[in-house]
């Protein structure tokens, strides 16, 4: 299994421009996770998506984040318009879980991230 | 609310244990897990403990937790170069709506390694 796939692994752009990254979660899980990670704030989750639908968004820090997962192999996470502000790694995790029951046993499995500069 | 603490910095020799140390806060958590960020990749989980256990050792790993203080701690014996990295101790976040594979990540640890 190639694992959690992400593109672009590095994305330098200009403030006020449209970024969109990308992710491929492993094939059979129905969790994905979209993580940002910053010196100051560390590892922040931004949203998850169980069976493509959100479930809990409450981490996306304003209207100009948006995501989407139009089907079980992809996800996007869209910034528009970008700010020097949320330049960061941007990660994407999927699990699966073993038993249905909250709490149970879970491993996320991570992307090795996009690095986003913003100027 | 949800909030998972580590010190942020560790700076041990090669050779030496390490212990790095997590409070966390959802009591109810049946689960929690220590993983491991090697520079410019992902998270990996290294280890996992029940929350009915006391102790989890698995080879140069030993987790220990102490559910009445809310608290986790890793020691890595005989710590190596290699395993210079960021830790993060994580605990299953509040159900939301029903089932949730969410996890509260704490702040991790940076554990350097001097030779």
């Known amino acids: ?119 | 609310g949800e909030d998972v603490e580590q010190s942020l910095f560790l700076s041990v020799r090669e050779g030496d244990s390490s212990v790095i140390n997590c409070t966390y806060t959802d009591s109810s958590s049946t689960y929690l897990y220590w993983y491991k960020q090697e520079p410019g990749a992902g998270l990996q989980l290294l280890t996992y403990i029940f929350s009915n256990m006391d102790m989890k050792q698995d080879q140069r790993l030993t987790v220990l937790l102490n559910k009445k203080d809310k608290h986790l701690s890793l020691r890595i014996a005989d710590t190596q170069t290699g395993d210079s990295a960021i830790y993060f101790c994580a605990e299953h976040g509040a159900p939301y709506g029903g089932a949730t594979n969410k996890l509260i990540f704490g702040t991790g640890t940076l554990l350097a390694v001097q030779p």
């Open chain 1, 1 to 119: 299994d190639a694992g959690v796939i992400q593109s672009p692994r590095h994305e330098v752009t200009e403030m006020g421009q449209e970024v969109t990254l990308r992710c491929k979660p492993i094939s059979g899980h129905d969790y994905l996770f979209w993580y940002r990670q910053t010196m100051m704030r560390g590892l922040e989750l931004l949203i998850y998506f169980n069976n493509n639908v959100p479930i809990d968004d409450s981490g996306m820090p304003e209207d100009r984040f948006s995501a989407k997962m139009p089907n079980a192999s992809f996800s996007t996470l869209k910034i528009q318009p970008s700010e020097p502000r949320d330049s960061a790694v941007y990660f994407c995790a999927s699990s699966s879980p073993g038993r249905a029951a909250p709490s149970s046993y879970t491993e996320q499995f991570f992307g090795p991230g996009t690095r986003l500069t913003v100027l």
